[in-house]
């Protein structure tokens, strides 16, 4: 009976730590992080403050959970368009949707907001460095398809493209562009410079599909 009722509570725990994550990822999402406090939360999940700060004794350990679990579900969602996208440009094409439709749904607070918590940044910017060859390695993937120019450095063209998004968050554009207007510039922009001509009229096609729409 008592290991029943233990299994019982920490059953509870868990699913009550994944309902705070969650909660609190949409609310920080639509306000920004720093406009929500932890009695918000608390009170969007009807249980005391005392409960929430057992779980989580801070917010930056609430949104550094939170960040995590957003990357690995990334990560998953990533692995399942790579094995049933047939080429590289039809996976970077889908991605951009799905991140034009995430924007959409996410305060440009947010990100700025995100400056303020070191740890973090401190996890983004590792991940960011372990991806770094997955990332050199999908443009040569692309060259192997012909989507891509056989004649550059995709080791220098991968730190120029980290290099611009750092300048995005750094200089805060989103408070001047929206997110979706600077994701379509940048991705467009750039890649179209890589493109063969075969990936370039790719390109130009789903150009004109998302102005129609």
Known sequence: ???????????????????????????????????????????????SKRTLYEIYENKELLLFEGVKRYKAAKDAENRQMMDSCPTVM??????????????KQTSPLFYSDLEKYPRVLGFLEKDRKERHQQFVDFLLRGVSEGYFRSDLDYELVTQLFSSMTHHVISAQLYGEYSLEHIFHNLVFVTLRGICTQKGIEILDEFTITVREE
């Not at 994944?18 to 406090?37: P, T």
């Not at 039809?90 to 439709?101: G, T």
């Open 90 to 103: 039809d996976m970077i094409l889908k991605l951009y949707e799905k991140r034009v439709a995430e924007f």
């Open 1 to 47: 009976m008592l290991m029943q009722e233990i299994k019982n509570i920490t059953t509870y725990r868990q699913s009550l730590r994944e309902r705070i994550v969650e909660a609190a990822m949409k609310a920080f999402a639509k306000k920004g992080i720093r406009a929500v406090k932890m009695d918000d939360i608390a009170q969007l999940l009807s249980i």
